[in-house]
């Protein structure tokens, strides 16, 4: 997607309500609009954490989930999901699951650009290592979940909001907890 892409509009209830340029809709005022995000996951169970590129607009360099992105004006979800896959990460995804319909964030970047989006959560499975878009990740790593929840706990601003907000939503945070036993 670039920035003449067209995002889809939603009002406060979740509905679209028209379109807008990607440009036009990541400001200082951002209008709520449709994205989506997705955590890719591998045969040992360990998740594909990327790092955004250098050069993005908003969280440059932050670690963040396997990748996101927003669907275009009519193109279904899943579509969307495995467009960005391969765009991004030159992956071919198995086993794609809506993990959290819902979600829903606002966030402000450092440099005053605020994403507002209804971002449905996706998880996926796939077993090939990543190539890398430059335009879009500049590293990507293997990791264990209850390691990232670590992480994650430890330097939450190392990290995408969605991400931080995502892992606590799929308990991650869990995973990260001492194990307590009971007597």
């Known amino acids: 997607m670039t920035d003449d892409d067209q995002v889809v509009l939603l009002d406060?209830?979740?509905?679209?309500?028209?379109t807008a340029l990607k440009s036009s809709v990541h400001g200082t005022d951002?209008?709520?609009?449709?994205?989506?995000s997705c955590h890719v996951v591998n045969r040992h169970g360990e998740v594909l954490v990327?790092?955004?590129?250098?050069?993005?607009?908003t969280w440059p360099g932050v670690w963040t989930n396997s990748f996101c992105g927003h669907p275009r004006p009519?193109?279904?979800?899943?579509?969307?999901?495995?467009?960005r896959a391969d765009y991004e990460l030159g992956l071919?995804?198995?086993?794609i699951e809506l993990a959290l319909p819902l979600f829903r964030y606002r966030a402000t970047d450092a440099n005053g650009?605020?994403?507002?989006e209804v971002c449905p959560v996706y998880t996926a499975r796939a077993d090939e290592e990543p190539v890398l878009n430059p335009?879009?990740?500049?590293?990507?790593?293997?990791?264990?979940?209850?390691?990232?929840?670590?992480?994650?706990?430890?330097?939450p601003w190392a990290f995408s909001p969605?991400?931080?907000?995502?892992?606590?939503q799929l308990h991650l945070f869990e995973q990260a907890a001492p194990q307590r036993r009971v007597s």
Do not use: M, N
């Open 12 to 18: 406060e209830d979740g509905r679209a309500i028209g």
């Open 30 to 36: 951002t209008a709520l609009h449709l994205a989506f």
């Open 50 to 57: 990327t790092r955004r590129a250098l050069d993005k607009r």
């Open 74 to 83: 009519a193109e279904p979800l899943l579509a969307a999901v495995r467009r």
């Open 92 to 95: 071919t995804l198995s086993d």
């Open 113 to 116: 650009i605020v994403e507002h």
């Open 135 to 155: 335009l879009e990740v500049v590293d990507a790593q293997w990791v264990e979940p209850g390691a990232l929840a670590a992480s994650i706990i430890a330097t």
């Open 162 to 168: 969605w991400l931080v907000l995502q892992a606590e």
